[in-house]
């Protein structure tokens, strides 16, 4: 018989939530995580906790599974239905055995969470196995499969079978969602569920979760930094910062008419479709005039205030006269060419056009001289397969066409947009772009350097004109080297006759151009921040001033404000150094934002390409459609809630 703590609240008042949470602290011997943090949570309602990295969120979530690190503890009273007592102070043995049945949590990674030795079914039926809900292992077997059959995984006894390392990345997240329904618990915790997914992938796996918890009566916490998702999942939401809840109310409320400045900038930072009046990106520092969205306002980019130029690019977009733009029948792609351009193909000339009223004379002739310029880019009939270890001694061994046969160019001064989900041929198009693989056949010139049959020396020069900014720059930068050894390594090279002196001077002028202070050349890269690192990565890409920049997805792990701030700095940037930008991204919004060009690769195939408000508005291959229905934009999603 379990005793009721003296402050607990009466039964009848006790059952109406889910949870209850007043004045949680969450503490180390230094200092406070999270201040005073409450939260009361009825049967079925789905709440929101939003916040930037180092806010709080998963350190609230993981004290209330009593699973904080050791160090850190934790104070306060949180109580859940059926439950009688603070869970803060349960012994181990009842947190065990509310954890998956009471409470259970999806995590940001499922690859680290789940077992690399045991099979998908095994993981899924040790969990129904353990809170005894089925009398032998054959009936916990045939529970798994039932539930990665209620997930949505094709073939689930033949999931079942296999390795997480078997499964791709959706997948392997609807195992951890079976897992974490599995035993029908009333609280569902998500932490960043879908960040590390494929923008399909995300759509559908948020789709099964909201299918899901409705069906179940679950009580859903879902832990996010985009906002976007949350205006799709929840009714209600909290904004922590610095450890302090500084807002809440519901989602409609808290996204149209936010009270704390931090929100409102939270706000804009996420809302692509909303520039300031220097067209940029605004962002937590800039926020004071941004507009937030209404509920009955889905209104595109081109109906946003903009610059001249942004309004002349949508309208020429949606002015020019294309037959179809879908390459599903063409050998090669149509060619790339600057924004308010046609669109041609490689070889032929740009089209005259009327002049636009709307755009600047200087504008304007800027854009006819790129339209003539020769491309800097030129990819023809581009094919690359590889061959995998044979299985069989009777067997030929596996090949695997990575491109087929893809054709496209970029004129000098272009942003060109490379959309496409994993196992599309991204990466392996970008590796032969910077000289780091070489085709099978076909050919890639990038700024007049031909990859296929280079030699060393060939491509030494090839990687002075084109410079990338990888995904996470932790793993990009070397822990060992300052700053100044990181950005001044590109000019190390041989063949370059800067002197020490000139190398300081250049690294110093790189650090202004990226907004980071001087005094940051001494310092190593774990002592900033994931923007900073960031920036420290763009600054040495740029330092001995490439034609060709290759970002690939530069963004995608930052915070929305720092993505925001990061996304400003690369297009001022391009725009300064008179740059060719090649953006990678499975972010559609961000690709719509940023590139004047896209071209959707699936399978190893263009599929389609164009003018970027073109695409987005007018998509012609139903790859295409379907990547821009699985976009999830803030005011789509505020507009469809009502």
Known sequence: MRTEPKNAPAPAERGELLLRVDDLNVRTPHRTLVHDFSLHMAHGERIGLIGESGSGKSMTTTALLGLLPNGVTADGSVEIDGYAGNLLEAPEADLMKLRGNDMAMVFQEPLTALNPLMRAGAQVAEIILQHKLA????????????????????????????????????????????????????????????????????????????????????????????????????????????????????????????????????????????????????????????????????????????????????????????PS????????????????????????????????????????????????????????????????????????????????????????????????ESGSGKSTLLRILAGLDQPTSGSAVVAGNEVKGAREAQLRALRQNLQIVFQDPMGSLDPRMTVEQIISEPLLVPGRGETAADRKRMVAEMLEAVGLPASSAARFPHQFSGGQRQRISIARALICRPKVVVADEPVSALDVSVRAQVLNLLADLVDEYGLTLVFVSHDLNVVRHLCDSVIVMQSGEIVEAGDTETVYRDPQHPYTKRLIDSSLTLRQELAQST
Do not use: W
């Open 135 to 322: 009398p032998n292992r054959a009936e916990a077997n045939r529970r798994a499969v039932e539930m990665l059959d209620a997930v949505h995984l094709p073939d689930p006894a033949q999931a079942a079978r296999a390795y997480p390392h078997q499964l791709s990345g959706g997948q392997r997240q609807r195992v951890m969602l079976a897992m974490a329904l599995a035993n029908d618990p009333a609280l569902l915790l998500c932490d960043e569920p879908t960040t590390a997914l494929d923008v399909t992938v995300q759509r559908q796996v948020l789709d099964l979760i909201l299918e899901l918890v409705r069906e179940r009566g679950t009580g859903l916490l879902f832990i996010t930094h985009d906002l976007a998702v949350v205006a799709n999942m929840c009714t209600r939401v909290l904004v922590m910062n610095n450890g302090v809840v500084v807002e809440e109310g519901t989602t409609e409320e808290v996204f149209t008419r936010p009270q704390h400045p931090y929100t409102r900038g939270l706000l804009a930072a996420s809302d692509l479709d909303a520039v300031d009046e220097h067209g940029r990106l605004f962002t937590v520092a800039t926020a004071q005039a941004y507009v937030p969205p209404s509920t009955d306002d889905a209104a595109p980019p081109v109906e946003r205030a903009a610059p001249p130029v942004e309004q002349a690019n949508a309208s020429a977009a949606l002015s020019e006269a294309q």
């Open 325 to 420: 733009r879908s390459v599903e029948t063409q050998h090669s792609a149509p060619g790339i060419s600057t924004p308010g351009s046609a669109l041609r193909s490689i070889g032929d000339p740009a089209e005259t056009q009327d002049p636009d009223p709307a755009v600047p004379p200087v504008e304007r002739a800027k854009r006819v001289e790129a339209q003539g310029s020769a491309p800097v880019m030129r990819v023809t009939d581009l094919v690359r397969t590889y061959t995998r270890g044979r299985t069989s001694l009777f067997k030929p061994a596996p090949q695997v066409h990575a491109l087929k046969g893809i054709s496209f160019e970029v004129p000098e001064g272009g942003r060109l947009g490379v959309v496409g």
